[in-house]
């Protein structure tokens, strides 16, 4: 067990609230106690004994108490090693005596962050004495316990209790993990915030951080745990307003679903995603064509799926949805009758997204302890489209085209998407080969909406490689491809594209997604 | 430019060497240097002049030293703000003069990780006092200059001599950025060894930290910026022994060729990888065979994949390996003669990932600014196999069902393999529709190696939600299935098999991919 008996404590914290918790086991096992400014006061009020760091240290608070721990008699009183004979007799000698228990949380910088304060005001509140403290407990766990949040003070009174004003070493070093992920933490939302203000973008040592939202009944799999993390505290303002809690595939789907949508023009269009990738999208300027647009684009696959609504959903769109079975239902908002008929639904969960909020600018993909880190995808490719045939693109099919290339941006690669009008027809995705992806596009059409593929338009998220995907594509009535360029081939890829009599525009924007 | 003069220096290096490089500048603008212990002893042997920190502050070393920077004359001529009054009449009253540059590394706690001292000894190498001279000053970046990093001193000089003694805000404010980082870095390293030693998986606050291995020449696509990050310092023994640079995806492709190689049998197998998906792996008896079938199972997607060769590649594999365009080899290594034919090729990379080790047990999602973290998949079936057809499989057929049902673990879903013997004839990924992906599989194995489909065997990494697959695959002759069951339709799906005459098999594991 390695019990170490408990004779003196330093509490600092910037959370006043639940003291009254924890002082009174703190005196029944007299456990005295050193504290300063604001706790002091409080520890007072609530008609405790306790010495202030000053009169301890006898070193006058000064700078408005930015140093005032920071000072030998504390820091010796934390970190000597009670067994080293030779720590003991320095001790002695300068009459410190040791301290035992460290009560310290930290300055809320990141909620401070939060509030929009200027900046010399933000800096101010970066904790120095409250993290040394923190970490100069926690690295001396062997001798000292560290409660570096009021959440842990139950835990301690009952250990307290439990060992008769001790502490286990079991106990003690898990404060000091959860000491050391706090100062961590803490200094990594300093250290992105202050890299994000001057631009770093690849600094030379990075650190990520999140808090933990909640622990999922499995991960990807139901042998693997998992959790879901973040570094806001309202999961960016998803509002789950009906339903089971979400999984981990749920989870992904969810941002695929939400990726597209932003995507799309303000309050218009519908997205459906599987396996977190997109299986029909839509843009018309109806809530409800747009959703049977998608849907019919592969209605067997948007089975079990998560369909994303940039708008109100309305009671006549509520209806249309509940003939199908989604999993999540996302959309800006739901009429409240139009919820009372969703809510009938017991399996599905309904998500309100109005408040969601994309923050981040950087993509991260981890492979084992390797991670690559790369801007989001986020180009407009407007004003890079030139197009390579005899054959020009009409208003319209210019319009169709540009949508199908941006619904490419989110499928998985090889991505070939098909497009008439404003909504997917047919979405070829996750091939090794393009023109394989070709093949599962014009066949879904072929399948589900053959009447729509004459006239449509195709996009390709990368270069075609050889001309056999423009004669698979023309071969089902296909009049028109946007894709990247770039290929060796695009002279053969062109003139395959002039033979067939259709319409090829470039992008100089390739759009893999893995 | 808010120019700020350095009048006093105080030098605590963990690295002494490059101090010759500093110190003649630091004399040049009569700039004062307060030191300790080896640092001190170092800078004097160098002749220059400098006043032990004890002597300072009057404070005598103690505690083997873990306290001789942790006093208030110290951090309060770091911390107070220049043009603060109140501050300043403190400062005069106390006699304390300011200190205007911090050059202060850290205990290279991450270093001795890889030392394998004993968990006390590692202890004692986090560092404190360090940690808060350097915090101090990067907070009071407006007044103060830190210097955390010895790569930093060219920079610190040339600013030095460019600004006559003084240093600009601009670059105070990113030698603070850079601090920060170095402090979120270090205590991230500490707080994951801690929590993995005392097996915290998912901690209420996480960190992740990186080094910064190289800037790519862009991210997934040209108009991504992009990096590499690693937490280990040889990217886990990845040699690289020919070739151009990787790229963001080549890395991406590696890695899922490489998790797929250390799933086959040691020294034995090759995988095929493109787009990140596999789309030709076996495991036969001989190299060259276990290339060839890999390669047959899709040539043309194989054009300018990734190859995992989990063998020394011989002469005769080079000459095989040297007839495909592949963007990368990686293998066990190479014979000096097959070296010598595949340096041929300009455009490939050769990659030796002998020394290569996947130390990670967690796997990480990021969606934006939100994480999903969970344990690898890495679970053996072989316990869980349940024969629920009347006919039963051979152990042959056994054999191979187990090996394709591994290969779908890594193939993204819906993932369905078709397997003759220990060859994959046949991927199906990435599809919304588990029926779109049988069709897929069969429809490649069909057109590359329709001889082998006779008697093959088929994985899927999930439950059949319908018999139509069953029926899809029974069609083409496939003869065995492995899944891992579940459906309510479960019945269904096995009274197809029967009636097919199929031996089915099932797991109770699912490998969802995504």
């Known amino acids: 067990m390695n019990l170490k008996k408990i004779k003196r404590a330093i509490v600092s914290v910037s959370d006043k609230s639940n003291l009254e918790s924890l002082l009174p086991t703190l005196k029944k096992f007299n456990i005295k106690i050193i504290s300063s400014g604001a706790s002091f006061k409080k520890i007072r009020s609530l008609k405790y004994d306790c010495v202030d760091v000053s009169s301890y240290t006898g070193f006058d608070e000064m700078l408005d108490g930015r140093v005032k721990t920071l000072h030998p008699k504390i820091h010796a009183g934390i970190l000597n090693i009670r067994k080293n004979k030779k720590h003991k007799k320095d001790l002695i000698k300068l009459k410190i ?59 301690l009174v009952k250990e307290l209790k439990k060992n008769k004003g001790s502490t286990s070493i079991k106990f003690r070093e898990l404060m000091s993990a959860k000491a050391f992920n706090l100062t961590a933490y803490y200094d990594s939302v300093i250290s992105n915030w202050i890299n994000s203000r001057i631009n770093i973008k690849f600094p030379s040592k990075k650190t990520l951080h999140g808090k933990l939202i909640e622990n999922l009944r499995y991960g990807e799999n139901p042998h693997q745990k998992g959790s879901l993390y973040s570094s806001s505290d ?143 995808n986020n180009i407009l490719i407007n004003k890079k489209i030139k197009v390579v045939t005899s054959k020009k693109p009409t208003s319209n099919q210019l319009k169709s085209l540009k949508f199908a290339f941006n619904i490419c941006k989110f499928a998985k690669s090889n991505a070939i998407v098909l497009v008439n009008k404003n909504s997917t027809i047919g979405i070829g995705s996750g091939q090794p080969s393009r023109l394989d992806s070709c093949k599962i ?73 893995h």
């Open 441 to 513: 596009a014009s066949q879904k059409a072929l399948k589900y909406l053959p009447e729509k593929i004459i006239n449509s338009v195709a996009a390709s998220d990368a270069f075609f490689p050889f001309p056999d995907g423009i004669q698979e594509l023309a071969r089902f009535g296909i009049k028109a491809i946007i894709q990247p360029g770039g290929s060796i081939n695009d002279r053969k890829v062109i003139q395959a594209a002039n033979k067939a009599g259709l319409v090829m525009v470039f992008t100089e924007t390739r759009h893999f997604k």
């Open 97 to 155: 005596p040791n301290i035992d228990l460290v009560i310290v949380d930290l300055y809320p910088f990141e909620k401070k962050l939060t509030e929009k304060l200027n900046f010399k005001k933000l800096v101010e509140h970066i904790d120095i004495g409250g993290s040394t403290l923190i970490r100069a407990a926690a690295k001396n766990f062997n001798d000292v316990t560290i409660i570096s949040n009021i959440s842990d003070y139950k835990m």
């Open 234 to 376: 309202n999961l960016s303002g998803l509002k789950k307003i009906h339903g089971k809690s979400l999984s981990y595939n749920n989870y992904n789907d969810i941002y695929s679903a939400l990726s597209i949508a932003k995507s799309l023009k303000k309050n218009k269009g519908v997205a459906i995603i599987k396996h977190a990738n997109p299986c029909g999208v839509s843009e018309e300027n109806t809530q409800i064509k747009s959703f049977k647009n998608a849907l019919n684009c592969d209605p067997i696959s948007a089975f079990g799926g998560a369909v994303a609504i940039n708008s109100i959903v309305s009671k006549q769109l509520a209806i249309e949805l509940n003939k199908v079975f989604f999993e999540i239902i996302l959309s800006k908002g739901f009429k409240e009758d139009a919820l009372k008929i969703l809510k009938k639904r017991k399996n599905v969960r309904l998500i309100d997204f109005s408040k969601f909020d994309f923050t981040s600018n950087e993509q991260l993909l981890f492979l084992g302890n390797t991670f690559l880190v790369q801007d989001v």
